[in-house]
């Protein structure tokens, strides 16, 4: 069945740039998605990308879409300190609106 | 108006009560969700109503009952809870891309 992986933990200095990274395996994803989500807080969607695309940018955010390695990235440029927390990829499985999600990145912002 | 209201915010219950958790959207969407969500976990799908059917039941025992009483509403009514069911429970509606916007949530503790 389909799978998505993404690494742990990334730790990053305030005003460096994030790179979190998400490899899946179900080809037939039509959109993958990167959600946020801050202690106590439900998920908060940042932004998406449709599958026959290879980037979308949205002011600090890069989404980066290598079908062929089925591996999906966002940048987040001059990370700050309210970026720290936990970010989720998500693909959506077929037609049947389920969707797959990673286990999420704890991304921590030091000062 | 992206947002999914959800109350209560926080529900202490024993494991005898009756309780329901409410969930309201405005967008216009036709497909609502229920998901559970354990501490640094992604979140577990429970349940999927697509044009005001139950079209999706991740075998959730019956004692998680949910209903849509019309095209903005959700509801999820809970009875004879166990400890372990103590978790974040989400609310979310999605668009046309399967989109999901998800409200704050509802902290579940059984006691």
């Known amino acids: 069945g389909e799978d998505v992986e993404q690494s742990l933990f990334l730790s990053v200095r305030e005003g460096d740039s994030s790179v979190i990274n998400c490899t899946y395996t179900d080809s037939s994803s039509t959109y993958l998605y990167w959600y946020k989500q801050e202690p106590g807080a439900g998920l908060q969607l940042l932004t998406y990308?449709?599958?026959n695309m290879d980037m979308k940018q949205d002011q600090r955010l890069t989404v980066l879409l290598n079908k062929k390695d089925k591996h999906l990235s966002l940048r987040i440029a001059d990370t700050q300190t309210g970026d720290s927390a936990i970010y989720f990829c998500a693909g959506n499985a077929g037609n049947n609106r389920k969707l797959i999600w990673g286990l999420g990145t704890s991304l921590a912002v030091n000062p | 108006d992206t947002e999914v209201t959800q109350t209560p915010k926080h529900l202490v219950m024993g494991m005898t009560n009756k309780k329901s958790l409410k969930c309201e959207q405005h967008m216009g969407h036709r497909a609502m969700y229920w998901y559970k969500q354990k501490a640094k976990k992604p979140p577990e799908l429970m349940f999927v109503?697509?044009?005001?059917?139950?079209?999706i039941n991740e075998s959730v025992p019956s004692r998680f009952s949910p209903e849509c009483p019309n095209s903005s509403l959700l509801n999820l009514h809970l009875h004879a809870l166990q400890p372990e069911d103590s978790a974040l429970y989400l609310c979310?509606?999605?668009?046309?891309?399967?989109?999901?916007?998800f409200g704050q949530g509802t902290r579940l503790t059984v006691v």
């Open positions: 979310a509606s999605s668009g046309r891309q399967g989109e999901a916007f």
């Open positions: 109503y697509s044009y005001e059917k139950l079209s």
């Open positions: 990308i449709f599958s």
